[in-house]
């Protein structure tokens, strides 16, 4: 339990520390590292979990399901984006593992883009831990891509790069549908 709290504290730690007169700017040297950390640390935090979250039970059978599928069949599957890392897990190593982590970079990308083009990042961050990245990026594993690539895509929205929100928007539903295997 205390590790959760940590992945909590952290982040309000730097908000604070990064809200007074003296903070670095956004774009510094240092924010990037602090920035590059973070998604590191999220990805794999997400990714390397083991019967952690809602999903857990209800995705093993995905990828085992994957197992000696051709890349074309594995995109005619529901949520193809989705069946498609299960393809991955299943036939190149990694199983649910391996699975987990990509959608975990996934929703970290998106989460820290999206962060990142807000007045006070690192409190948006932090403000994210307990319920996006915990129980949404942790627990439902498809809607954490999802949400992770909406977030990128209103980062572009944000900057004026239309067709790429659109292009983000189309990814982030290749791996959010309501249909079973």
């Not at 439902?140 to 690539?149: F, K, N």
Request: glycine residues 12%; positive net charge.
């Amino acid at each position: 339990m205390a590790f959760y709290w940590f992945m909590f504290l952290i982040p309000a730690f730097a908000a604070l520390q990064f809200s007074r007169p003296h903070y670095a700017p956004r774009r510094s040297l240092t924010q990037g590292v602090l920035w590059s950390v973070a998604l590191v640390a999220l990805t794999f935090t997400i990714g390397l979990r083991h019967e952690v979250g809602g999903d857990w039970g209800n995705y093993l059978p995905y990828v085992e399901a994957a197992e000696g599928l051709t890349f074309q069949e594995a995109l005619k599957k529901p949520d193809p984006g989705y069946s498609v890392l299960n393809w991955l897990g299943a036939n190149f190593g990694g199983g649910i593992y391996l699975v987990n982590t990509i959608c975990g970079l996934l929703l970290s990308f998106g989460l820290i883009v999206f962060c990142r083009q807000l007045p006070r990042p690192w409190l948006a961050f932090a403000v994210a831990m307990p319920y996006l990245v915990l129980v949404v990026g942790m627990g439902y594993s498809r809607q954490g891509v999802a949400l992770g690539l909406a977030m990128w895509g209103l980062a572009l929205l944000l900057q004026g790069k239309l067709w790429r929100f659109i292009a983000a928007i189309t990814l982030a539903g290749l791996f959010h549908g309501n249909r079973p295997l």
